[in-house]
């Protein structure tokens, strides 16, 4: 509900499946609609629609005020300055809530990481933000998360079983 300044970004999701699109190699038509709308649509509700909406209770760039003042500053920021990013998305209490996802599973969704690739903007969203409750395994930010952990270690255990009945007893 963007009225009440909660950061559930499902677009971003849209714009993840795109990624996988491209990295599986399907041809232009599978990524290039879902990247854009999802990309397009994330830019205009939280650069226009949330802060219109929430009447300045929560401001979503504001959670990234540490990599700029604006959207593009964020954006440039990332971009001239990833070990700055990866500094901040790889910080000690953000490891730790890595390992918290990852864990209930044993780790299994490591298993088949192509699976997790629709919620890793999702997740760089979570990693960026300063609001530590973001990236905190028992608040209702993690649930655009849960079900790809899910997936991924359904298709990642999958893969595992094939991989051992391929061998000779």
């Keep these: 509900d963007p009225r009440r300044g909660r950061s559930g970004h499902p677009h971003l999701i849209v714009a993840g499946f795109a990624v996988l699109a491209m990295v599986d190699r399907r041809t232009p038509r599978w990524w290039t609609a879902p990247g854009v709308i999802g990309v397009a649509y994330f830019i205009v509700v939280c650069g226009w629609l949330m802060p219109r909406l929430n009447r300045n209770t929560i401001q979503f760039l504001g959670l990234y005020a540490h990599l700029g003042g604006s959207a593009g500053e964020i954006a440039v920021n990332i971009a001239c300055h990833p070990l700055q990013a990866l500094g901040i998305m790889f ?7 890595l390992g918290a996802l990852g864990a209930p599973l044993a780790y299994a969704s490591l298993l088949s990481p192509l699976a997790l690739i629709p919620a890793l903007p999702v997740l760089a969203q979570r990693l ?3 609001r530590a409750s973001e ?7 993690q649930a655009e998360l849960i079900p790809f952990v899910f997936a991924a270690a359904i298709l990642g255990l999958a893969r595992l079983r094939r991989l051992l009945h391929s061998y000779p007893h």
């Design 128 to 130: 960026l933000s300063i």
């Design 135 to 141: 990236t905190m395994i028992s608040y209702h930010y």
């Design 91 to 97: 910080a000690p209490p953000k490891v730790a809530f």
